[in-house]
């Protein structure tokens, strides 16, 4: 489970201070605010693509906030699919895991056989898709979500959330989404947090 | 940021007083035979410029002979050649040097690039040691720089046989003489040589010889960097005809007394070229071969020894278009060589000590005058 | 914000990068100054005081200038036709007019030479012509430059907006579309043409040195008396010229390369964003144009080739000419007073491996270290950034005359037997473009991918080879394909260097052939024929990076 406390960052002004998170196995939360309030920056600290000013992060009760980002075990996905264009669905999901099941992870995202698709032909949807189980594939101990849902039409958007709502919990995989659409919010996560 | 703007302020001012790693050529004596030390790696490598006579079946036969491996490190002229041995100078790049003459050898001896050859050597003739006569440099060509004409077309109707130097400032010889440089070429040098004497001797006209070449210089004389440029691409009278980069806009040239002779031989009797012998304008070229300060004298000497033996010195005459440096060896006969060739009657009288004391100073007063004019 | 780890491997590029490059340079200078004096006046004055140097600050202007317009009027038709016309091949025609831009200077020298030389249209009588022909020479070189900058813009112009002009009062004529359309539209890209041919024409040596005979640019010049540069109390005023000639030329490079960067900003901005599905007409009209635009581009490499077949016979009743192979032979078999061909293929190529293992890498990692400067110190990231650019102000016998200059000071006895030193030259010089090639290429990278890659666990020498490296693919080798290319065909700085027939490349190799004097029939043959073997492989160079070639870019490369 996560823990954060006391979590604080400014970059011109003041972002967040003092900010305390704590994450239960399987849970999902769900922060929300306006934009530019801090919210992608909390995650990214949470993962470690950004350090914060001050406070700490603990991750099954180790202390993860000088690790690399690479040994974080924390996944992400961001907001636009960022799906490598050289290489092909398959070629992109190998990159989360080499050896893993690639056509049991399609599955699980409802996208079957789309081994050899060329990624530049996903639409948006589709996309997020590939890269939730490219991201899973990793064994991520927490997965993180930065409005991936929010460059998607209304309908195709509620859809994806309640699909990947039901994997994440199907997996007992714990996750934070960051978004600003209060009903995307509320049907994705156990608890909304407001920044 | 200071730190950086501080550093690149102390590097600008380095670049003000500069060179306190550099240091001159050589302030001391040539080496003695004693301190000589050097390895026999059974090369030669030989510093020149494109020397005709160093055919490749000439240098192969010396390879043969002596068992030692040649090469040429070729430069454009005479002037390249002392510019490489002053900025090699110690280090053992190459082992002999060719191409020096009695105009430019005095600053390679100032400098101490040469040292002592052990070549057995015999029956050089007085007039090719006449020059210098040391043990550092051995002459092994000589012949006397002139003016040469076209013939066909300095034929008395466009243009008439010059007389005197003066007579090629006129409007007539207007971008029509070819000189080679004296910064760069050793003919040109020469020539340059002779007419400090023809000046000093001219009594028509009590001019300076720098006065001369500002002269020359307004009336667009052609300068070129090697005698090469001079007598093959724009000298009309020679073989340069048949070159592919021949231009032809010079009939008047300075090159040697007996190339006419050369043209003779080559086409078989008959040249329009001719030497134009007026007094005091020729000089008398000396040219020399050096073991080069820390190369490999073993290899440098031998050759030195082969380049002087009678079997290829006599043939100097045909395979470098010189006079042999060996006393009893004249050019051939056949084909009009030793005819067409003139032996000047007053070549000009400059000492190897007055040109030693002056060359320097003359260089600078030859740029002045040809920038002045 | 990121927290920057200078890593070791950046310090490391700074670091050699500056022992490198900028060293040579400054102990070069170091040396001229230490026996021309450190007195700027003296060496501005050397230029008219000297005979060698008289007039030839004169000269390099008027040429360069003349040769900046005859580019423009032979290179603007062309690209208007390219661009506002259909062709049939596009891309090859396109090809065949930009290709004389990357070939070496030598080849064109010969190609030029024998053109209009006795063996050719035998018109080369006098200054007058040779000039025209080193003008009509640059322009060739040079109307890629027009073509590369200028036609992209032609070409996908929204028709919408033309269509718009037309119906305007300030468009009713072709001269008002001209005057209010397509000039200040195209005027960035005219000028950056026009500026870059200035620099060539300005800089040209091997052109110069055998077109017009007699005549200098402060680049020929510098070479010419080089070797006698840099020994105390020895031909001053040489050093001086040297030293008044770089200043001469540092200045004017400088000022183009801030016009450069200025006009660059001016281009983007009007690059169209119109995607070319514009329907273009044909222009058999055109054929005009671009027929002799082709035959123009070709006829140098086509005489160069021929003539190395052809060999003179002369004897009492005249010349006739032969067609033989025994040009190639000479060529290739080496004798004491010359290597073969064999060997300076093998420097060349050896020379430009070399400098791709330096060049590239070292380029790349610069690149790197501009941008990860750029988020924590910007200062610091625009001063490497100037400091990578700075060999681009410094011209080729230049940059020869620092590593031989430098190199002496230094050690000279390990440098001289050191067989890899000229390739230093060669690595000053196509190190920037590496920058200048890569730093775009990684900027347009994603900062997102890596970032992505990092959250999926991915170490980084990984997500260098499995992403980085295969999103980079296409200017990789245009970088890797241009430094080949510089290699093989660098003159100047080769030339300057090896005097040494142990380490001569193939463009120095023509060069002495063709120098070699007398009346050997197969010498200028022979420099035809190793022409001929550059000319091959920088066209097959050539070849290569235009498949890579990123569509749409309108620069140079």
Redesign the interface.
């Known amino acids: 489970m996560l823990r954060c406390s006391g979590l604080s960052k400014s970059f011109e002004k003041e972002l967040f201070s003092n900010f305390d998170l704590e994450l239960e196995p399987g849970e999902i939360i769900a922060i929300t605010g306006p934009s530019g309030c801090g919210k992608t920056t909390l995650l990214r600290c949470i993962c470690g693509l950004e350090k914060p000013d001050s406070g700490e992060i603990y991750l099954n009760d180790e202390n993860i906030g000088n690790t690399e980002t690479e040994l974080r075990g924390v996944g992400m996905i961001f907001q636009k699919p960022v799906l490598f264009p050289h290489l092909s669905v398959q070629g992109n999901l190998r990159l989360g895991d080499k050896t893993g099941d690639i056509e049991k992870a399609l599955l699980e995202v409802g996208l079957a056989d789309f081994e050899q698709r060329n990624v530049a032909s996903l639409s948006g949807g589709e996309g997020q898709r590939v890269a939730l189980a490219r991201a899973l594939l990793a064994e991520p101990k927490v997965l993180l979500l930065d409005e991936p849902f929010s460059s998607l039409d209304e309908d195709l958007a509620m859809k994806l959330v309640k699909d990947v709502r039901a994997i994440l919990k199907q997996r007992e995989c714990p996750a934070i989404l960051v978004t600003h659409n209060k009903r995307v919010a509320e049907e994705f996560a156990d608890s909304v947090i407001s920044m | 940021m200071y730190k950086f703007t501080a550093i690149v302020v102390l590097l600008i001012f380095n670049l003000a007083t500069p060179g306190c790693l550099t240091e001159s050529i050589d302030d001391g004596e040539p080496v003695k035979p004693e301190q000589y030390e050097y390895t026999d790696d059974g090369e030669l490598v030989i510093v020149t410029y494109d020397v005709y006579g160093l055919t490749d079946e000439m240098l192969e036969r010396f390879e043969n002979q002596s068992g030692y491996e040649v090469s040429l490190l070729k430069l454009d002229d005479s002037g390249s050649v002392l510019d490489h041995l002053l900025q090699h100078k110690g280090l053992q790049v190459a082992d002999l040097a060719i191409g020096l003459d009695n105009t430019y050898l005095q600053t390679a001896l100032d400098n101490n690039v040469f040292w002592e050859h052990n070549a057995l050597l015999n029956n050089i003739s007085d007039s090719a040691l006449q020059p210098y006569d040391g043990p550092l440099a051995v002459p092994f060509d000589q012949g006397y720089i002139c003016l040469n004409y076209d013939s066909e077309v300095v034929d008395g109707e466009n243009y008439s046989v010059p007389t005197s130097l003066w007579e090629l400032t006129s409007d007539e010889w207007k971008g029509k003489v070819a000189i080679p440089s004296p910064e760069t070429s050793s003919p040109g040098r020469a020539f340059m040589t002779a007419t400090t004497d023809y000046f000093a001797h001219d009594e028509d006209n009590q001019s300076e010889w720098t006065d001369w070449w500002s002269a020359m210089s307004s009336n667009e004389v052609i300068i070129t960097t090697g005698w090469s440029e001079a007598y093959e691409t724009r000298y009309t009278g020679g073989y340069g005809e048949w070159t592919d980069g021949h231009v032809g806009d010079a009939h008047i040239v300075v090159s040697y007394c007996h190339s006419p002779g050369v043209e003779s031989w080559y086409n078989g009797n008959w040249t329009k070229s001719a030497a134009l012998d007026i007094s005091r304008s020729s000089f008398h070229q000396v040219e020399y071969v050096a073991a080069i300060e820390g190369g490999n004298l073993d290899s440098a000497s031998a050759f030195i020894e082969y380049l002087l033996t009678p079997e290829i010195n006599s043939m100097m005459p045909i395979e470098n278009s010189m006079y042999s440096a060996l006393e009893g060896f004249d050019l051939p006969e056949e084909n009009g060589y030793r005819f067409n060739s003139v032996v000047p009657d007053e070549p000009a009288n400059v000492s190897s000590a007055t040109i030693a004391k002056n060359m320097e100073t003359w260089l600078e007063m030859w740029n002045n005058a040809m920038v002045d004019a | 914000?990121?927290?920057m780890k200078f890593k070791f491997s950046n310090s490391c590029a700074v670091l050699a990068y500056t022992l490198l490059v900028i060293l040579p340079l400054?102990l070069a200078?170091?040396?001229l100054?230490?026996v021309a004096g450190?007195n700027p006046i003296d060496w501005l004055s050397s230029l008219?005081?000297?005979?060698?140097a008289?007039g030839v600050v004169q000269f390099t202007f008027i040429q360069a200038l003349l040769s900046t317009l005859a580019t423009l009027a032979i290179g603007l038709p062309i690209a208007w036709q390219l661009g506002r016309y259909k062709w049939p091949l596009q891309s090859l025609t396109k090809a065949i007019l930009t290709m004389p831009f990357v070939m070496p200077s030598i080849v064109a020298a010969m190609g030029f030479?024998h053109i209009v030389?006795?063996?050719g249209l035998n018109i080369?009588?006098?200054e007058s012509t040779w000039f025209l022909t080193l003008i009509i020479a640059h322009a060739w070189f040079n109307m890629a430059l027009v073509i590369r900058f200028c036609e992209p813009v032609i070409s996908t112009l929204d028709p919408r907006l033309e269509e718009q002009m037309r119906l305007l009062p300030a468009g009713s004529n072709k001269i008002r579309r001209f005057r209010n359309l397509w000039a200040p539209l195209l005027a960035p890209s005219i000028a950056a043409a026009a500026c870059m041919t200035f620099v060539f024409s300005f800089t040209s040596f091997a052109l110069v040195r055998w077109i017009t005979?007699?005549e200098n640019t402060l680049e020929s010049v510098m070479a010419?008396i080089g070797?006698?540069a840099?020994?105390?109390?020895?031909?001053v005023?040489r050093n001086e010229i040297v030293l008044g000639s770089s200043m001469i030329q540092f200045t004017i490079l400088l000022l183009s390369l801030v016009l450069m960067s200025w006009l660059q900003q001016k281009r983007q901005s009007l690059l169209p964003q119109v995607s070319e599905d514009i329907v273009k007409k044909s222009n058999p009209r055109g054929w005009y144009v671009i027929g002799p635009g082709l035959i123009f581009a070709l006829s140098p490499l086509i005489a160069v080739f021929g003539a190395s077949f052809r060999i003179?016979n002369?004897d009492?009743s005249g010349?006739n000419y032969t067609w033989e192979t025994s040009g190639w032979e000479y060529a290739f078999t080496s004798?004491?007073?010359?290597t073969s061909a064999w060997d300076a293929l093998y420097n060349s190529l050896g020379y430009a491996a070399l400098t791709l293992i330096i060049a590239v890498p070292l380029g790349w990692i610069l690149a790197q270290t501009i941008l990860d400067l750029e988020e924590f110190n910007p200062?610091?990231a625009r001063?490497l950034d100037v400091l990578t650019m700075l060999p681009f102000a410094i011209s080729s016998v230049m940059i020869g005359l620092g590593v031989m200059l430098g190199m002496?000071?230094i050690d000279?006895?390990f440098f001289?037997s050191f067989w890899p030193t000229p390739a230093l030259a060669h690595v000053m010089i196509t190190t920037p473009f590496v920058v200048r090639i890569m730093l775009p290429a990684l900027r347009s990278i994603?900062p997102?991918?890596d970032?992505?890659?990092?959250?999926?666990?991915?170490?980084?020498w990984k997500r260098f080879i499995?992403?980085q490296l295969?999103?980079l693919?296409g200017s990789i080798l245009v970088a890797v394909i241009f430094t080949l290319a510089m290699s093989l065909g660098e003159f100047g700085a080769s030339w300057v260097v090896t005097?040494?027939?142990d380490w001569t490349t193939l463009p120095v190799m023509i060069d002495?052939l063709k120098?070699?004097?007398?009346?050997n029939s197969l010498t200028?043959p022979a420099a035809c024929a190793v022409s001929s073997v550059l000319m091959g492989i920088t066209l097959l160079l050539f070849t290569w990076a235009e498949k890579f070639r990123p569509a749409r870019d309108g620069g140079m490369f």
């Not at chain 3, 970032?451 to 980084?460: A, H, M, W």
Request: net charge positive; charged share 25%.
């Open positions: 914000m990121l927290e400054w200078l170091d040396r100054i230490w450190p008219e005081r000297n005979y060698i008289q030479l030389g006795r063996a080369r009588i006098d005979l007699g010419g070797s006698s840099g020994i105390k109390g020895y031909m005023s003179r002369t009492s010349t004798s004491s007073s010359m200062k610091m001063a002496i000071k000279a006895e001289y994603d997102s991918y970032e992505c890659g990092r959250t999926l666990g991915i170490p980084k499995q992403i295969p999103m693919r005097r040494n027939s002495s120098s070699i004097p007398y009346n200028a």
